[in-house]
Each structure stands twice: as C-alpha cells, then as structure tokens.
C-alpha cells in the first residue's frame, strides 16, 4: 500500500532543511539523498497448507561511509521500498548523532506475520536472510529488530548466517536472545533512552517529569517499555493505543495491567474496565497532555492535525511520526520536539553494544549497560539542545546539523572514489 506521504520524500526534505541551515556544500546535499545500494528480493514460502506464497523483502544500505550499515528489518503489510530507504537514511543519522562508527540500513518485508504460523514465520525468515545474505554480515550491515521483528526472528538470521559460514557468527544480528550472544537491557533499550533524553529536557525546561500528563502511541516493545517507565516514575498515563484502538482514562491507566493483557496476546479494546475510554488514533493524538510519545509509525503528526495538539513535548519514540509540514506548525506553537534520531537511538545504542560485545566475547552487566547507554544519549541531547539554543532552532534540525557534518566530514575525508 503506498501511504499518502511518502517518507523518502520526507527524508530528502530534511535534507535540504539541514543543508539550507548549515549552508551545506550542494555536491553533499545531493550525496546524502541517494542510498549506496537496495535489494529487492523476492522470497518464495512452502505454507503449512502445501501452497507457495511469494513476499517482497529488501534490504538498503544508505550509508556505510562511516562504518558498516546498522538498521533493524520490519515485517508488515504496508512496507515498500521507499519507506525502507527512508528508515536506512534515518538510521545514518541516528548512528552519527551517537558518533557510533556505524552507518545506516534497513530492511523490511511485506507480509503481515499475524497471519503466518511460526513455523511459515520460520521459513519466511530464514529464506529472506539466504536472499540478502551478500550484502549483510559483521563488517558489512547488522540488522536488528524493528516493527513486528523480535528477538527470535534475529536468532533465525543468525543461525542461517552461520550455517552459510560454518561457524557461529553473533555479531551479523543484533536484538539476538541472551542465551546466543545478545546484550541484556537491549529490548527496553529504546524506552530507556527515550525516558533519559525526556528527563533532560525536563531538567532544562525546569519542570518535575512526575508531575506531568502523559499519552503514548503504540505499546508495542518502544511504547510499552516507555509507558512502564513513566508509570513506574509517578506519571498519569492518560492514553495509549494499539492497533485495535486507543484507551483513554482521566485519571489515568493502570499500565501494569494493560501490559499482563496485551503480552497475553490480547488488543486493547477487549479490555475491560468501565472507567476506560475507547478513542480514535486522531483523539489520541489531539488530547491535551504534557507529553506525546508517538511510538508507532511515520507520518501520524502531519500539517492535517499538527495545529490541534496540545501538549508541551513531544518525544518521537517511532521513526519519522512528524512531517516536516507539522514541524513547523509545531515550532510556532512552542511545542517541544525530541527528534527520532536523538530520542529513540537508545536501541541501536545498545545494539552497538551487543556487537562490540560479540566481537569481544565479553559480556557486561545491566549496570554498565545503561550507564553507558545514558552517558551517550545525554551527550548527544546536551550537543543538540546547545546548537538548538545558540541557532534559534528546533531540536530536529540541530540534531541533524550535528549527524550530517559527521557523515560530510566523512565523506570528506575519504574522497569520493575513483
Ligand atoms: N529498529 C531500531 C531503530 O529503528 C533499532 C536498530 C538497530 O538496533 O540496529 O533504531
């Protein structure tokens, strides 16, 4: 399914925002919106019903000018190419931000796995990494969970990766389970993250992140684990969403129930409780609150809706929830905008950690985790918050100011060959 808003249209767009303002040299502007290189493969599936399915995967690589490319792969019915390439080019940033030498992929499959069994889920996942299995690897790119992708799904890849090479190799995946090289504290990593960068910006806003009203979008891995956090901080949550509905409560959620109900694999809107409210995604996103934590897909805050939020931070636990239109709309407004590339880099953080780990062969506690998880996420929102006080400018595009001088200087430095 095309969306309206095509978010590698999005992502050149931001492009030019941040050239424009760093009066960036053109040649780099036109560097940093083409990809290096898209597979598309086509991945052939014996169904537990004897039949042959085929489903679209792909794998693109946006930049390895700093290090080997590093994204997570999605699995879900309205993946195409150039949302893929979007997301690779989100990636390059978020790993420059984080100055980790790591550059920016992704992956995705069109499929919806709720209608796969585990067994055809398997096979899916095992064909679609013999299919990219050249372009992947260690050195090359690491794939790592993302939407509807999990641990288990990496443990697939990794087992066919080092089938293919004869040996165990951990380091091709990352978001792995901990019995077969993976990191602890890497699941809730990307919550974590987003709770440390929304703590900073508290302490710089001076306000007391307990007091504050929150509505998050999505409770899947990123949104349940921020909810949780929040919830276990003193926040009233007010709403939350999954696929099935939103849930509203002006007293506020008990989000440790909600988490026993969905990890049952149970929706939201079977839930019951008479206090509850069921709400649209759009009166989701529009209620008042302090704190918005779009934790779902792209394009949820666009020019149709921006106008009518009403909160005073919003923090982008999704890739790419905002459009460029609504940043705008947003900036004059005053809201507060945590970037995607800042405040969900917690995962591919701890991701770097779990391959330098891998690598090593040497595995830390969940102590020094999230102390070095924290360390560089704060340098990075402290960089950013800087360059956005000194320049009048939103978060998003000091954050980007800083990732696109790493990669231009990068790009700089090695030359372009022959
Ligand atoms: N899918 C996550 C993201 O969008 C994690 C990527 C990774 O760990 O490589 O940041």
């Given at each position: 399914m095309v969306e309206e808003i095509n978010p590698y249209e999005v992502a050149k767009t931001q492009i030019d925002i941040v050239a424009k303002e760093m009066k960036l040299d053109p040649n780099i502007t036109e560097y940093l919106k083409r990809i290096e290189r898209a597979l598309i493969v086509s991945i052939p599936i014996k169904m537990d019903d004897g039949s042959i399915k085929i489903f679209e995967g792909y794998r693109v690589h946006h930049?390895?000018?700093?290090?080997p490319g590093k994204g997570g792969i999605r699995y879900s019915p309205h993946v195409y190419l150039d949302e893929v390439k979007a997301l690779a080019t989100w990636m390059t940033w978020k790993t420059s931000l984080l100055n980790l030498p790591l550059g920016g992929a992704k992956g995705g499959v069109?499929?919806?796995?709720?209608?796969?069994s585990k067994a055809e889920l398997e096979r899916l996942t095992r064909r679609y990494t013999a299919e990219i299995i050249n372009i992947?690897?260690?050195?090359?790119d690491i794939p790592a969970p993302d939407v509807n992708t999990n641990a288990q799904i990496m443990a697939w890849i990794m087992d066919v990766y080092s089938m293919q090479k004869g040996r165990s190799v951990p380091?091709?995946?990352?978001?792995?389970p901990i019995e077969i090289g993976g990191s602890v504290g890497r699941e809730p990593a990307t919550g974590m993250g987003l709770y440390f960068v929304l703590q900073a910006l508290c302490e710089k806003l001076n306000l007391?992140?307990?007091d504050l009203s929150i509505i998050v979008q999505g409770f899947g891995n990123v949104g349940g684990t921020i909810a949780e956090l929040l919830y276990n901080h003193?926040?009233?949550?007010?709403a939350i969403s999954d696929i099935s509905t939103g849930l509203y409560c002006g007293d506020g959620l008990n989000i440790e129930k909600l988490l026993k109900w969905t990890k049952?694999?149970?929706?939201?809107?079977?839930y019951k409780d008479n206090n509850y409210k069921l709400i649209s995604n759009d009166e989701l996103l529009t209620s008042k609150c302090d704190v918005l934590i779009?934790?779902?897909?792209?394009?949820?805050?666009t020019d149709k809706n921006a106008e009518k939020i009403k909160c005073k931070i919003i923090v982008e636990?999704?890739?790419?929830?905002?459009?460029p239109e609504a940043d705008k709309i947003l900036y004059k407004k005053g809201i507060h905008v945590l970037p995607d590339i800042l405040a969900n880099s917690g995962g591919v953080c701890v991701s770097y950690f779990e391959y330098i780990q891998d690598i090593h062969s040497y595995f830390w506690k969940l102590d020094r985790i999230n102390e070095e998880l924290k360390r560089i996420i704060i340098e990075a929102f402290e960089e950013t918050y800087q360059i956005s006080q000194e320049r009048k400018i939103p978060l998003r595009t000091a954050a980007y100011i800083i990732a696109v001088s790493r990669i231009a200087r990068a790009i700089e430095l090695r030359g372009v060959f022959p």
């Open positions: 930049s390895t000018v700093r290090g069109c499929v919806d796995p709720k209608k796969l992947i690897g260690p050195d090359i380091g091709v995946v990352t978001g792995k007391k992140l307990k003193g926040c009233k949550i007010l049952e694999g149970n929706y939201l809107k079977d779009p934790s779902a897909i792209e394009n949820q805050i636990g999704a890739n790419g929830p905002t459009t």
